[in-house]
């Protein structure tokens, strides 16, 4: 357990919805990655909060929009899905904002769109 | 632009031989290089790091070398073990940016066969 949570664990929707992925990082990490993982682009970094404040913009599509809340918790929205978003949801946490510094990763939200 | 490329795709051994695992990233400023190991289905677990001011990083079974000025990274697993069979993913971030977003290679399957 890398003490890093996300819920859902599932979540089945259909295209055109809208959806909340909700992650708690670890205790005292400041720091919030989120990653895309689909079967033929791997893991890509969609979006990066420390502190509450955006800090880095990967790959993330314009439907999509993440936030850090003051209790440190995020949430990446998910929004006019397309069955091309269906992927496993990961965020990970660090307890600063730069490299050189352990990401932990949580468990993933399966997101299925059909 | 930022890249990580990862050989092989797909790496299959004996029980008790030798892995390794050969990565090659684009961005010289980059200096904290990642190993993580993930099972099927579920999170992404670091195994190892090295960062750009040592050669060589080893624990256990487990090594990895970093050659800065051909820009290339490898993970070599001795003794493997058929608990070794899993995806592990390389990656590349820079530590003086003010962001530690990764840049993960594409993966290599593992398989190691009892």
């Known amino acids: 357990d890398s003490g890093v949570t996300q819920t859902p664990k599932h979540l089945i929707t259909a295209t055109g919805q809208r959806v909340t992925l909700r992650c708690s990082p670890r205790s005292g990490d400041l720091s919030v990655y989120w990653y895309q993982q689909s079967l033929d682009q791997g893991l890509q970094f969609l979006i990066q909060?420390?502190?509450?404040?955006?800090?880095a913009k990967g790959n993330i599509l314009e439907r999509f929009s993440a936030q850090q809340f003051p209790d440190l918790h995020s949430e990446l929205n998910l929004s006019s899905l397309e069955l091309g978003d269906s992927a496993l949801y990961f965020c990970?946490?660090?307890?600063?904002?730069?490299?050189?510094?352990?990401?932990?990763f949580g468990p993933g939200t399966r997101l299925t769109v059909l | 632009g930022e890249n990580v490329e990862q050989h092989p795709s797909t790496l299959s051994v004996q029980e008790g031989d030798s892995a390794v695992i050969k990565c090659t990233y684009s961005d010289s400023a980059s200096n904290y290089f990642p190993w993580y190991k993930q099972e099927l289905g579920k999170r992404p677990q670091l195994i190892i790091d090295?960062?750009?001011?040592?050669g060589e990083k080893k624990d256990q079974r487990i090594a990895v070398t970093l050659n800065k000025t051909a820009k290339h990274f490898s993970l070599h697993i001795t003794e493997t073990q058929p608990e070794d069979s899993a995806v592990y993913f390389c990656?590349?971030?820079?530590?003086?940016?003010?962001?530690?977003?990764?840049?993960f290679g594409q993966g290599t399957t593992l398989q190691v066969k009892p």
């Open positions: 909060y420390y502190n509450g404040e955006e800090r």
């Open positions: 990656a590349a971030a820079r530590g003086s940016s003010n962001t530690g977003k990764l840049i």
């Open positions: 990970a946490s660090s307890a600063r904002d730069r490299g050189l510094n352990e990401q932990f």
């Open positions: 090295i960062r750009s001011n040592v």
